[in-house]
């Protein structure tokens, strides 16, 4: 899902979007599957320190909710690490 719209610049929008990632981490709800995809649906608004952060954030939280909140998680770490990897392969 791309959300970067017209008035709302990628300063904005990473903010708020990093703020529900850390509203959602742990949550037991569709919370965290909903904010996942739009993090990976906009990549192009996170830097390597924010891919970083999601990796270390999640890795230290002690309860990441249901076992399928756990996969959704799962499923950001990963692609946090592509993120990583891609920028590594760019430079």
Aim: charged content about 30%; hydrophobic content about 35%.
């Amino acid at each position: 899902m791309r959300c970067l719209k017209e008035g709302m610049n990628r300063s904005d929008l990473r903010l708020v979007m990093i703020c529900a990632f850390r509203y959602s981490l742990g949550r037991r709800s569709y919370m965290p599957s909903s904010i996942v995809d739009l993090i990976i649906g906009n990549p192009e608004v996170f830097n390597n320190n924010d891919w970083d952060r999601f990796i270390e954030e999640i890795g230290d939280e002690d309860n990441l909710g249901n076992s399928c909140d756990v996969q959704t998680w799962n499923k950001l770490i990963e692609f946090s690490k592509k993120q990583l990897k891609k920028e590594v392969q760019n430079e």
